[in-house]
Nanobody, 119 residues
Framework: VQLQASGGGLVQPGGSLILSCAAS????????VDWYRQAPGKQRELVAA???????DYADSVKGRFTIDRDNTKNTVYLRMNSLKPEDTAVYYC??????????????WGQGTLVTVSS
């Protein structure tokens, strides 16, 4: 099983980006998926989370600006980021709780994708 995060880049303040977290391999089911971020010199923080039934939760700092959703047919979770601010600059990571075809339950991390918000 592999987890691939993508979609980062350079965007101006007020702009938008969509991050993707795609799982591949011998997957039976994907349960909760989280997006974290880590800014330079800061601890990693939880940004958004989605459960297997679609229940979502957000950090206060991104509520109303970010949306997490999932496409189970594509084994992919998205983080849609709007009204981006310079303080959103960070490496974004996804983490997923996955059950493989042998019924093993594990947490997997994507490799991180850099989001830079700057004019």
């Amino acid at each position: 099983v592999q987890l691939q995060a993508s979609g980062g880049g350079l965007v101006q303040p007020g702009g938008s980006l969509i991050l993707s977290c795609a799982a591949s391999g011998s997957i039976a089911s994907i349960n909760a998926v989280d997006w974290y971020r880590q800014a330079p010199g800061k601890q990693r923080e939880l940004v958004a989370a989605i459960t297997s039934d679609g229940t979502t939760d957000y950090a206060d700092s991104v509520k109303g600006r970010f949306t997490i959703d999932r496409d189970n047919t594509k084994n992919t979770v998205y983080l849609r980021m709007n009204s981006l601010k310079p303080e959103d600059t960070a490496v974004y990571y996804c983490k997923a709780a996955i059950v493989d075809v042998n019924s093993w339950y594990s947490s997997y991390w994507g490799q991180g994708t850099l989001v830079t918000v700057s004019s």
